[in-house]
């Protein structure tokens, strides 16, 4: 189905290379072959590579188009992904798809999901830096701000409360590995999950997500000799 889509966005642009929105709608395919190759376990590298080389054509041809920049972004940092669970090396990816993010961002500011997207691409970077030995806290700093902004935008998002909650879960398992108190990081992130719950309570990813920082944190309480009971009780409730 792929190779027939992509054929026929071939034959489009062999006749009108001058439209942005072929061009754009054939990245798309190629990113979502990608995708779907990633999650068989294949090196979509190739597909992604050829994505955004058309996402570079479509913005060449209309270059305030912030939905192609946001998705040239997400190819970059879907190969990113992709890379650093083969081991291999995703810092350029990462950069540089976050950068298109920003400038899709800087053409539309309002646009929550864009905001949440690039909060994830700096979260995942930030997983990759842990995994690596290294320090994530400037990474995920900004990926704060970014679900900063999206609340801003959109408060009743409940995935940017729960993307924030997450987040904040991974930096106080960080700290708590550096020797580093993490109480009141779990706590913003308890909150942040309650967030996202009031805002779906029907969403039990998220009811899972909280329960399990209570628990964190009451062994957290437990380990520096402080009472764990409250936490433990939230966590069963």
């Known amino acids: 189905a792929y190779e027939a889509t992509l054929a026929d966005y071939g034959e ?4 009108n290379p001058a439209r942005a929105e072929t061009w754009l709608q054939r990245a798309l395919a190629r990113l979502n072959w990608g995708i779907h190759d990633a999650g068989r376990g294949k090196d979509p590298g190739e597909k992604y590579a050829a994505a955004i080389e058309d996402f570079g054509q479509a913005l060449t041809l209309a270059p305030g188009r912030d939905d192609a920049w946001m998705r040239r972004g997400l190819a970059r940092v879907n190969w990113a992904n992709a890379r650093a669970g083969r081991g291999e090396d995703p810092a350029e990816l990462y950069a540089a798809g976050i950068a298109d993010m920003g400038e899709a961002l800087a053409r539309n500011p309002g646009r929550d999901e864009s905001w949440v997207k690039r909060g994830i691409a700096r979260a995942n970077w930030g997983v990759v830096k842990i995994r690596r030995g290294e320090d994530p806290s400037e990474l995920y700093d900004l990926a704060l701000a970014d679900y900063a902004k999206a609340l801003e935008v959109n408060p009743a998002r409940d995935e940017a409360w729960l993307k924030r909650g997450l987040l904040r879960i ?11 108190d993490a109480e009141e990081m779990l706590a913003a992130a308890i909150a942040d999950l309650g967030e996202a719950l009031s ?6 990813e998220i009811r899972l997500r909280r329960a399990a920082a209570h628990v964190n944190r009451g062994y957290m309480l437990q380990t520096t ?7 433990y009780a939230a966590a069963i409730e």
């Open 170 to 180: 991974n930096w106080a398992g960080w700290r708590l590995t550096q020797g580093m």
């Open 225 to 231: 000799g402080r009472d764990p009971g409250a936490s």
């Open 12 to 15: 489009a642009l062999a006749r």
């Open 199 to 204: 805002r779906n309570p029907t969403r039990d």
